[in-house]
Antibody, heavy 117, light 107 residues
Framework: EVQLVESGGGLVQPGGSLRLSCAASGFTVSSNYMSWVRQAPGKGLEWVSVIYKSGTTYYADSVQGRFTISRDDSRNTVYLQMNSLRGGDTAVYFC???????????WGQGTLVTVSS | SYELTQPPSVSVSPGQTATITCAGDALPRRHAYWYQQKSGQAPVLVIFEDIKRPSGIPERFSGSSSGTVATLTISGAQVEDEGDYYCYSTDLSDNGLFGAGTYVTVL
């Protein structure tokens, strides 16, 4: 059974850092395109970042230079390191899989990140 | 910056056809994907690569694309189809983006 379980969310002060984890089971992350998508409270979906099977990464302009996506193939886990967090980063962060390209056929249930003093 | 433009809302009666458009300049060169999201839940893929339907998605959901406009059609909409629908694609630099979403009301 395919599963994606996000963790690492919580309350952080502006300027702080968090690392989100996305543990996968039922498939291999290194054989897929793995992405992070976020959704601010009451707002729409916003693409954040993707890591290709090759390891190539892309970022939304809003997080470029502050967020880093990575994966640990031995743990079958994808990460999102978030630095210099701002109030506008407050959102539910979803991890998602793309089997044949940078889209999403399966999503985790999300982890909430709140940036506030 | 590149945008995908969707109508904010669509309203239909049960059994009628709901049509949601998504306009973007790069769509002639990039696939469109459609996601359904119900309140408090993770999104669900309903159409991929413009016209393909994932297994388990009812046949009443279909997709098309012509020029700079992709379209999601729900033929014979059901009450359970109510929710937000987002189109997704990538720009020519392979950065992802979503449309702002369309709320479909079936009543």
């Amino acid at each position: 059974e395919v599963q994606l379980v996000e963790s690492g969310g919580g309350l952080v002060q502006p300027g702080g850092s968090l690392r989100l984890s996305c543990a996968a089971s039922g498939f291999t992350v290194s054989s897929n395109y793995m992405s992070w998508v976020r959704q601010a409270p009451g707002k729409g979906l916003e693409w954040v970042s993707v890591i290709y099977k090759s390891g190539t990464t892309y970022y939304a302009d809003s997080v470029q230079g502050r967020f880093t996506i990575s994966r640990d193939d031995s743990r079958n886990t994808v990460y999102l390191q978030m630095n210099s967090l701002r109030g506008g980063d407050t959102a539910v962060y979803f991890c998602a899989r793309g089997p044949t390209g940078p889209y999403f056929d399966f999503w985790g249930q999300g982890t909430l990140v709140t940036v506030s003093s | 910056s590149y945008e995908l433009t969707q109508p904010p809302s669509v309203s239909v009666s049960p059994g009628q056809t709901a049509t949601i458009t998504c306009a973007g300049d790069a769509l002639p060169r990039r696939h469109a994907y459609w996601y359904q999201q119900k309140s408090g839940q993770a999104p669900v893929l309903v159409i991929f690569e413009d016209i393909k339907r994932p297994s388990g998605i009812p046949e009443r959901f279909s997709g098309s694309s012509s020029g700079t406009v992709a379209t999601l059609t729900i033929s014979g909409a059901q009450v359970e189809d109510e929710g937000d629908y987002y189109c997704y694609s990538t720009d020519l630099s392979d950065n992802g983006l979503f449309g702002a979403g369309t709320y479909v009301t079936v009543l």
